[in-house]
T-cell receptor, first 112, second 113 residues
Framework: GNSVTQMEGPVTLSEEAFLTINCTYT??????LFWYVQYPGEGLQLLLK?????DKGSNKGFEATYRKETTSFHLEKGSVQVSDSAVYFC???????????FGQGTELSVKP | EAQVTQNPRYLITVTGKKLTVTCSQN?????MSWYRQDPGLGLRQIYY???????DKGDVPEGYKVSRKEKRNFPLILESPSPNQTSLYFC????????????FGDGTRLSIL
């Protein structure tokens, strides 16, 4: 069945460091891929998405490219800020009705 | 403001005492869903609804019920809660089923003693 695997956390970085959070997936068909962010005490918010191979999603300095050949959707940001501290979820959806399949989440902590 | 509203945000209760978590959205979305979030497991879908009076099981439906009598509301019912249902619950909605981003509520933290 469909599944999503994320790198384990927590990830701790200093402000202005480069961020990569790895995400790989297994899926039939042509799913859409999403990154969601969860700030403490809040629900999940859509960060970015990509709907087909080679699409690049971007938002707030974060980017991720839908790579069909490596079944990956890694999240990157060139210079993180303390305010980016949150839990990040990679998700797959679109080929099983509206269901989203989530990775286990990666906690990011950015220190000043 | 577009939002998904869940109530209560926190609840501590005892085994076997029926409870309902309400979910309401003001975006006229057709698709609504419930997830539970557990450490190391991410979010798993409990039930979903594609429209009024249309509901179906997700990946972990055991011990839960839902109903969709109106488009905006999608309550989650635990008829006889047990400790393994202690979790963080999220309601979500989207315009339709398919590759749509979903809007999430702020979550309900349930503790079943």
């Amino acid at each position: 069945g469909n599944s999503v695997t994320q790198m384990e956390g927590p990830v701790t970085l200093s402000e202005e460091a480069f961020l990569t959070i790895n995400c790989t997936y297994t899926a039939t068909g042509y799913p859409s891929l999403f990154w969601y962010v969860q700030y403490p005490g809040e629900g999940l918010q859509l960060l970015l998405k990509a709907t087909k191979a080679d699409d690049k999603g971007s938002n707030k300095g974060f980017e991720a490219t839908y790579r069909k050949e490596t079944t990956s959707f890694h999240l990157e940001k060139g210079s993180v800020q303390v305010s980016d501290s949150a839990v990040y979820f990679c998700a797959l959806g679109g080929n099983q009705g509206g269901k989203l399949i989530f990775g286990q989440g990666t906690e990011l902590s950015v220190k000043p | 403001e577009a939002q998904v509203t869940q109530n209560p945000r926190y609840l501590i209760t005892v085994t076997g005492k029926k409870l309902t978590v309400t979910c309401s959205q003001n975006m006229n979305h057709e698709y609504m869903s419930w997830y539970r979030q557990d450490p190391g497991l991410g979010l798993r879908q409990i039930y979903y609804s594609m429209n009024v009076e249309v509901t179906d099981k997700g990946d972990v439906p055991e011990g839960y019920k839902v109903s969709r009598k109106e488009k905006r509301n999608f309550p989650l019912i635990l008829e006889s809660p047990s400790p393994n249902q202690t979790s963080l619950y999220f309601c979500a909605s989207s315009l339709s089923h398919g590759p749509q981003p979903q809007h999430f509520g702020d979550g309900t933290r349930l503790s079943i003693l």
